[in-house]
């Protein structure tokens, strides 16, 4: 019988993604890692999906050619070579990130699901590690709904459909959210018939109301949107799999060569034995987090999507951030997401920051609006997109950004000017009397502003 080893650490990291920015020069450092390196970000989200996404802007580009005054035609799609592509980058990079750690004098990297026994010590394998401290970054996964018939269906999540070989000639996405919308567009914008079922009147809900129904009406163009739809079974016969949905019309059934399933995510807590602590989780199971992101056990911090807080990449690195200042430098310092962007690298791309005017109704927040279309600004029109604008909503008395909102070209680079006075409490005269380049994209923000 192999005895447990027992380890002492300074700090113990658990999960291989943003919590790797906390690690301290000179400190004994554990980290626990159940899958690749890298955390999900690398290995089955933002990475992959964005390589892949811009083969589909491009596809996108090629189609669209003939507005430009351009004959170009898309006469192959390699599909495995698209998908090759963006594996073989997110390989290496996870590769070259557990060398590293392995290399280091002071980390010592164990691999396999960390469960906690005590309140700062977890077994790993035959790894019993205590640490002095202890950050849980162990990320969440997406969520299987309780549909009849799903569990019969061999389905899709976000995680296979990065890796898929062959595509499919039909895909049926359950849900209409950020994840359902990216990769309908990249498989849709390749060749692949979609269906896409949603439980809501619109897609991409959380968005600001205009913005949600601007979106919804463009997805509705290029594929078959299905909304207000309940999911009464899913089943398969043969290779095809059916999906039976009841909408306010009738009931109708999807046939399909894949299903995805894109209905939210689930965290990654119930996987550590977080009972064993003075951890506490919220109503839906996420680490409850004060506003240092300290656990409710002492010297146990949590940051990123097992928080369930902004559930973002740039989120989590910023958590990192305070976690670090909190948990090794020794100071107190809060989170603040009131300037905290998101973006959604469809087609059209969306882009946001601060509150929706859905929000600010629902908190009785006075507010002035301006919005502009991108197709009246010379490059808006330069790039025929008839179809983008940004909407952005001001304290009329101190004229400070309650939140700003863009569908369009470049949404998520635009967005940035915005988030820079956001973040530095500047009201909009600091960006409408700045000098724009003209006839750059940016004009847009500025004479949103100036129409509030």
């Known amino acids: 019988m192999v005895k447990d080893k027992v380890q002492q650490f300074d700090l113990l990291i658990i999960g291989s993604g943003s919590g790797l920015n906390v690690i301290p020069d000179g400190w004994k450092v554990a980290v ?32 669209n050619a003939k507005k430009f005054g351009l004959d170009a035609k898309l006469n192959k799609v390699d599909f495995a070579k ?7 980058h997110v390989d290496n990079s996870s590769a070259k990130i557990e060398k590293g750690l392995m290399n280091s004098k002071d980390i010592t990297l164990f691999k396999g699901t960390a469960k906690f026994i005590d309140n700062r010590t977890v077994k790993v394998g035959n790894n019993i590690i205590k640490a002095d401290k202890i950050i849980i970054a162990a990320g969440a996964r997406p969520s299987i ?35 359902a919308c990216e990769l309908a567009h990249f498989f849709g914008s390749l060749g692949t018939k979609i269906n896409i079922v949603q439980r809501s009147n619109v897609l991409l809900s959380r968005e600001d109301e205009e913005i949600s129904k601007k979106f919804t009406e463009i997805f509705s163009k290029k594929y078959n949107v299905i909304l207000n739809a309940d999911i009464i079974k899913v089943y398969q016969k043969g290779k095809k ?66 928080t369930g807080k902004k559930m973002l990449k740039h989120s989590a690195n910023y958590d990192s951030q305070i976690v670090f200042e909190n948990a090794i430098a020794g100071k107190k310092v809060k989170t603040n997401y009131s300037a905290m962007p998101h973006a959604i690298f469809s087609s059209p791309q969306i882009a946001g920051v601060g509150l929706t005017e859905q929000e600010l109704k629902e908190k009785n927040i006075d507010y002035a609006v301006g919005k502009y279309d991108f197709i009246k600004t010379g ?12 909407k952005i909503m001001v304290n009329p008395r101190t004229k400070k950004i309650l939140g700003c909102h863009i569908v369009g070209t470049n949404a998520s680079i635009l967005i940035h000017e915005i988030v820079v006075a956001m ?30």
């Open 241 to 306: 799999k059916y999906v039976d949905v009841k909408t306010k019309s009738g009931r109708k059934t999807l046939i399909s060569d894949e299903i995805l399933v894109a209905m939210g995510v689930t965290s990654n807590a119930d996987t550590l034995n977080l009972q064993k602590t003075g951890v506490k989780l919220n109503k839906n199971g996420f680490v409850e987090t004060n506003d240092y992101l300290e656990t409710t056990a002492k010297n146990i911090w949590a940051l990123g999507d097992i």
């Open 379 to 390: 490059m808006g029109l330069a790039l025929q997109d008839e179809e983008g604008f940004v």
């Open 32 to 63: 626990v890692e159940k899958g690749k390196l890298g955390g999900t970000c690398l290995n089955r989200g933002c990475i992959p999906s964005k390589i892949l996404i811009h083969s589909a802007d491009v596809a996108e580009t090629i189609k």
């Open 423 to 452: 973040q530095n409490n500047l009201d909009v005269d600091s960006i409408a009397n700045t000098i724009h380049i003209h006839p750059a994209l940016n004009e847009v923000i500025q004479r949103a502003i100036g129409n509030i």
């Open 145 to 179: 709904p309780n549909i009849p018939g799903l569990n019969k269906v061999k389905y899709m999540t976000s995680t296979e459909a990065l890796r898929l070989k062959n595509q499919p000639k039909t895909l049926t996405i359950l849900g209409g959210g950020y994840i």
């Open 82 to 88: 698209i998908i090759s592509n963006a594996s073989k």
